[in-house]
């Protein structure tokens, strides 16, 4: 996810996001690197989390999941941790919030999704949601790439909606993995705007803390919680945990305070095709030629969105 999975504490917003100058040329390869990495670890994540799901309540597993990444990453960064100020840690926090929503948007699309593949392609539409979320949060400059990719993605979204016959249905999955590429969409901006200066491991901890106790406390209101876990299902936690969660955000932040963010916004463009061919190959998913093409065009309005940040990347030698 973007988070997707997302996810995550994407720096994006279009124009109006600041670009990391003065890095050498070696740390670009690095970050471009890594940020592959991220996007094949938050692949990945999807299965996990659906495998666990088998055997959780959604919400419970949200919150188990990320609440103890959370803690991880704050134990292993407890010394930046402890000197970050007041204002700092609100603004960790609350920004936390808004991914909290918009990760319960995207576990509760994932626990009703009949297609995990074509839910990947629409959390991905987050990239494309940012800088327009930017304008009516900010009223930043929205460049015309993106509302071409705009118009381009809500084609891909239809094709993605038809059913047989020429009906358009749009599920509860499908509505729930809009909601959360929009709430990442604000959160992408958030971030930029008020925890930029924020260390990395304290700003990642802080973040999915919140969104681990926002899951918990949702989840002793609505859920049921199981008498036993069984091993497999602890073993797909685990994996939630250590992997898609604490390794690939802290790669993902890592990885943004070495570029540009053209280039991670740009690599991030990766994560709905490996998650599609994972779900292909793992869970034995088809799409039909029409959600072939709805997802195809998806992946063309993310590089549409893109564009300057392809014919603006640095050249070095």
Known sequence: MIARGSAGALRAGGDSVREVENVPANDHLKADLLMVLVTL???AGWVFSLKALQGLPPLLFMGVRFLLAGLLLGTIGYGPLRRLDAAQRLRAAAVGVVMGVAMLCWIMGLFYA???????FITSLGVILAPLAGRFL???HVSRSTWAAAAVATAGLACLSLQKGGAVHFTSSDAFFLACAAGLAVHFNLNTRFAARIPVLPLTAVQ????????LLTSTLVERWPATIG?????????????????RFFLQVKAQSMAPVSHAALVMTLEPVWTALVATVWLGERMSGVQLGGCALILCA???SRWHSIVRRPRHG
């Open 114 to 120: 009949t297609h995990v593949g074509v839910g990947a």
């Open 302 to 304: 993310l590089l549409i």
């Open 41 to 43: 670890l938050a692949a």
């Open 208 to 215: 999915l803390g919140m969104v681990g106790a926002m899951a």
């Open 231 to 247: 091993g497999g299902t602890l073993g797909w936690l685990l994996a939630s945990i250590l992997i898609a969660t604490s390794l």
């Open 138 to 140: 900010f009223a930043v």
